[in-house]
């Protein structure tokens, strides 16, 4: 069977997010599912098989770091878009059946793709005590992200603190079920993005994440309210680093993006 290795939120080769994907004819074994992710070694890998028509989604759609299975993953199912269409394998919006539900990806005329994603709901919560000691900086708030992403949002003092974290990952791991968001206002929203991120996930085996769809679904109506603006774009600022698009709908967020396949190869187990 092919695997590809596509970078997601950029469109420029090894820049955004890596992701292994797989289109399949039904899912295999999840230990095999498993086994594939972790000798990917990226953030995600993206297992993908037809449905039947006719039915409320397109394709079925499954994510797996190389420790665990998560529930939701922005930049995989980029990737996985872009494969679908750029092989011909399927045309206009795909719609896929997930752990959270049937989330939708459009192509558009630029060549990017939206996916609308859940927003993420945010319950402010006390600092967690350690929290700035295993960041290396002190947050100004903190907000649960809700069960589908799974991390605390922490808001830091400037973009410049952001980019100059030096975490304890070990540390962090105490803090939320997958890990911890920093984020802080843009210095200068004319340089293209009105706000800045990096994701850090060390109890899913992935120390920083390079661009993360799902965080930005609690990045979106944390900066939307903030900002005043219901459509923003944001700098996950990893040392790959890439750009999300956000569109807030309410309840829904929408993560534009482009792709790059870099690889081609097959699986030959």
Do not use: Y
């Given at each position: 069977?092919?695997?590809?290795?596509?970078?997601?939120?950029?469109d420029?080769?090894?820049?955004?997010?890596?992701?292994?994907?797989?289109?399949?004819?039904?899912?295999?074994?999840?230990?095999?599912?498993?086994?594939?992710?972790?000798?990917?070694?990226?953030?995600?890998?993206?297992?993908?098989?037809?449905l039947p028509?006719?039915?409320?989604?397109?394709?079925?759609?499954?994510?797996f770091?190389?420790?665990?299975?998560?529930a939701?993953?922005?930049?995989?199912t980029?990737?996985?878009?872009?494969?679908?269409h750029?092989?011909?394998?399927?045309?206009?919006?795909?719609?896929?059946?997930?752990?959270?539900?049937?989330?939708?990806?459009?192509?558009?005329e630029?060549?990017t793709?939206?996916?609308?994603?859940?927003?993420?709901?945010?319950?402010?919560?006390?600092?967690?005590?350690?929290?700035?000691?295993?960041?290396?900086?002190?947050?100004?708030?903190?907000?649960?992200?809700?069960?589908?992403?799974?991390?605390?949002?922490?808001?830091?003092?400037?973009?410049?603190?952001?980019?100059?974290?030096?975490?304890?990952?070990?540390?962090?791991?105490?803090?939320?079920?997958?890990?911890?968001?920093?984020?802080?206002?843009?210095?200068d929203?004319?340089?293209?993005?009105?706000?800045?991120?990096?994701?850090?996930?060390?109890?899913?085996?992935?120390?920083?994440?390079?661009?993360?769809?799902?965080?930005?679904?609690?990045?979106?109506?944390?900066?939307?309210?903030?900002?005043?603006?219901?459509?923003?774009?944001?700098?996950?600022?990893?040392p790959?680093?890439?750009?999300?698009?956000?569109?807030?709908?309410?309840?829904?967020t929408?993560?534009?993006?482009?792709?790059?396949?870099?690889?081609?190869?097959?699986?030959l187990v």
């Amino acid at each position: 069977m092919r695997i590809r290795i596509v970078d997601a939120f950029t469109d420029r080769p090894f820049s955004g997010n890596p992701a292994g994907v797989l289109l399949l004819d039904a899912f295999p074994g999840d230990a095999w599912m498993q086994n594939v992710a972790r000798e990917v070694n990226h953030a995600e890998t993206a297992f993908a098989h037809r449905l039947p028509e006719s039915g409320e989604a397109d394709w079925a759609l499954r994510w797996f770091t190389p420790a665990t299975e998560v529930a939701m993953c922005g930049h995989a199912t980029l990737a996985t878009a872009h494969v679908l269409h750029t092989t011909g394998a399927h045309k206009g919006p795909v719609r896929f059946a997930t752990l959270s539900g049937v989330l939708v990806a459009t192509p558009d005329e630029d060549g990017t793709f939206t996916l609308d994603f859940p927003t993420a709901p945010l319950t402010p919560v006390d600092i967690p005590d350690g929290v700035a000691q295993a960041l290396g900086a002190e947050p100004l708030t903190a907000f649960d992200t809700g069960p589908n992403v799974g991390d605390l949002l922490v808001e830091l003092a400037d973009e410049k603190t952001v980019l100059g974290l030096t975490p304890d990952h070990k540390a962090l791991m105490r803090h939320s079920a997958r890990g911890i968001i920093a984020t802080a206002r843009a210095e200068d929203p004319t340089r293209g993005h009105d706000f800045v991120s990096r994701c850090f996930f060390p109890n899913v085996g992935i120390d920083e994440d390079p661009v993360t769809g799902s965080a930005h679904t609690a990045l979106a109506p944390f900066w939307s309210e903030r900002l005043g603006r219901p459509r923003l774009t944001g700098l996950q600022a990893s040392p790959r680093s890439g750009l999300v698009r956000t569109a807030l709908h309410g309840d829904r967020t929408h993560l534009t993006g482009s792709a790059v396949t870099t690889i081609e190869g097959e699986l030959l187990v």
